[in-house]
């Protein structure tokens, strides 16, 4: 499969571009990268596309949100966690359509605070939330065959350990489920590794 | 309780503020109603606020979205969904928190697209899903006791009559479990009418 990675160059998705290059052949997206994108620009993601062309899959391993408490989250923070994790993601799929092939795969990243919150996580909790719940409804629409999962990834462990918590998962476990979902045969599906 | 219903002359609404008013004070909200206040406006929320003093409860039973497959979705059809159903209710409670009392409660309204969608409705599932979520996380932030829940209703008989499908839950029936979670101990929650 010809598989594009945006967000190639984090934490996640640097170890999901690495388990799929096993086998896949893949050009790694990210705002300074081999392939230049800005998902809070929806011009520029019609141009990652247009540059590419066809993809049998799009996978989004990107996206930021304000990690602070309700009581301090301000109108700012609220907007830029729906424009830039939220409908950044929304919008790859939304212009990708016509350039993923019959049978092609889109893949998003949202997040365990969806499910299961921490305190201080209610912005990151509503942009989860949506790009979970609207992968499940967009499967519905999409053409083609093409299908579409949502990824929730527990707490990474090379993130976890810089931000001060024990542990978590390695990326490279995590990225296995990525791996899966894009050589499988859901669609609508959320997906929590575990 | 004093309790506040924003969306009180809309079909769930009305119901909802009918089964609290049998052993509840009720004031009724919405555009044009007896208390008046515009849920994509902050300063109109705030002035809300202002006007109605302390309350035990504040009910969202509102909040509007787009009705349209993937494909047919523009910018202002998912700008217009997460101003109004997803932003306009997460604003009720951030300029709420100061104005309910102790052990008080605040309740969303999300909706079924969340997690069982049908084709057509990826914008509403965002605000349904961003809503559950939402609730969820700030449910660990909120001070004093405060409560928050999210009813994800059903399809309503009265609306889908409508709209041309056979039926669903009746609107006084649904109302029901908002009583029940007005009334109850549960926190951070996503209820499922059925």
Redesign the interface.
């Known amino acids: 499969m010809r598989v594009i990675v945006i967000g190639a160059t984090g934490t996640i998705g640097k170890a999901v571009a690495d388990a799929f290059a096993v086998r896949h052949e893949v050009l790694r997206a990210s705002r300074h990268g081999e392939v230049k994108v800005d998902i809070e620009d929806?011009d520029s993601i019609r141009a990652m596309y247009r540059e590419v062309g066809r993809v049998d899959g799009v996978v989004s391993c990107t996206g930021h949100g304000a990690f602070k408490?309700?009581?301090e989250?301000t109108?700012e923070d609220?907007d830029f966690t729906?424009r830039n994790k939220?409908?950044g993601q929304?919008n790859l799929?939304?212009h990708g359509?016509d350039h993923v092939s019959d049978g092609g795969v889109f893949l998003l990243t949202a997040g365990i605070?969806?499910?299961r919150?921490?305190?201080?996580?209610?912005a990151?909790?509503?942009?989860?939330?949506?790009?979970?719940?609207?992968a499940?409804?967009?499967a519905?629409?999409?053409?083609r065959g093409i299908r579409i999962n949502t990824v929730s990834p527990p707490f990474i462990d090379e993130t976890a350990k810089k931000m001060g918590f024990v542990g978590g998962m390695p990326a490279a476990e995590n990225a296995m489920w990525y791996l899966r979902l894009l050589e499988g045969t859901e669609t609508?599906e959320v997906v929590f590794p575990e």
């Open positions: 929806p408490p309700l009581g989250l109108d609220l729906l939220l409908l929304v799929v939304r359509v605070f969806s499910q919150p921490i305190p201080g996580v209610p990151l909790a509503i942009a989860n939330g949506g790009l979970e719940c609207f499940r409804a967009a519905l629409d999409l053409p609508g």
